[in-house]
């Protein structure tokens, strides 16, 4: 009989199983992430924003006039305001009905089968649970299966899984709020940087994963230029040059251009589909960042090698 964990073969630890069920949990923890994480963030700004208004030094330096009162007032009435909010972070409070923030107990928080068992609905006001929910958890584990059967047996699997899991977050976030959190893109960058000076990746050296970085984020920000000064406007964000450079630090400078190909066609797909069936709402603008992490999570599971060949560069 297996006597511990270490006893069972890599192939069924790290085997798509096993990480799938690990998918589903993980997806539980991004939905956190996705919920609050833009929260986290507006908040912030608003933090900024009020010890702006706050700071008469600044305010003196930059318009070389003293503050007028209504200024500072507002600085110190946003900053109280600020202070009466309750704590918010990733962990804490506990996950809690966002309708009428009745706390889940344990039984109501496990991953699609509480949503299936609740009759989708929140259990103390009976407000309708978004489908999001167990559509980001079973996407999740999905994705750990699949990139366990194409890439697991080995611990090194997981490095892949989190790589996925952060771009899911990435790719959510930026679908309902436009943005790309440096809180996300810069981790993950880093993370594909120091996997390959670790050697942690067999086929990701130092040189490759740097190589990747650089190539990713002067690509976009070389078309994001070139695009500004032909059009005056703005067709993305340094956002998605961040998340460029952090898919190029695991996956290297070859596998740009595909992502970036890939990007643009499905991207200007799904605009066009959106503008005619008029889901795209007035002065919005569909974010680049979700097909991008599409693009990244592509390139990972078939891997570049076959992406080459299938493009004619090989
Ligand atoms: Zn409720």
Not at 116 to 136: D, E, F, H, N, Q
Not at 140 to 163: D, E, K, Q, Y
Not at 185 to 190: A, F, N, S
Request: glycine share 12%; net charge positive.
């Amino acid at each position: 009989m297996l006597q511990t964990l270490s006893d069972l073969p890599q192939e069924i630890v790290f085997g798509p199983w096993v990480l799938a069920l690990l998918g589903l949990a993980v997806g539980s923890f991004l939905n956190v992430v996705i919920f609050r994480m833009p929260l986290i963030l507006e908040r912030q700004w608003w933090a900024d924003v009020a010890s702006q208004l706050a700071d008469r030094d600044s305010f003196r330096r930059v318009f070389r006039a003293e503050a007028p009162a209504g200024v500072t007032q507002a600085g110190s009435a946003l900053t109280k305001t600020l202070a009466s909010l309750k704590r918010l972070s990733i962990a804490q409070p506990g996950s809690a009905c966002p309708a009428c923030g009745h706390r889940l107990r344990w039984f109501e928080n496990i991953p699609v089968a509480s949503w299936i068992a609740l009759g989708r609905r929140c259990s103390a006001c009976k407000t309708p649970i978004s489908a999001r929910y167990p559509l980001v958890e079973t996407g999740v584990a999905l994705l750990f299966g699949v990139t366990a059967w194409r890439l697991g047996g080995h611990a090194s699997v997981l490095l892949w899984c989190g790589f996925g899991a952060t771009l899911v977050a990435l790719a959510v976030i930026d679908w309902d709020t436009t943005v790309l959190p440096d809180a996300l893109t810069l981790p993950l960058l880093w993370a594909g940087v120091c996997t390959a000076a670790f050697g942690w990746l067999p086929a990701l050296t130092l040189q490759r994963s740097i190589e990747g970085v650089v190539v990713g984020y002067l690509s976009l920000w070389a078309v994001y230029w070139l695009f500004k000064l032909a059009t005056g406007k703005e067709g993305m964000g340094y956002g998605d040059f961040k998340l460029l450079a952090a898919l190029g630090a695991w996956l290297g400078w070859q596998a740009i251009l595909p992502i970036v190909l890939f990007a643009s066609i499905l991207g200007a797909l799904v605009g066009i589909g959106m503008k005619l069936t008029g889901s795209l709402r007035e002065g919005r603008f569909v974010p680049f960042g979700p097909f991008l992490a599409g693009g990244g999570i592509a390139v990972m599971l078939i891997g570049l090698g076959p992406v080459l060949d299938w493009l004619g560069w090989g």
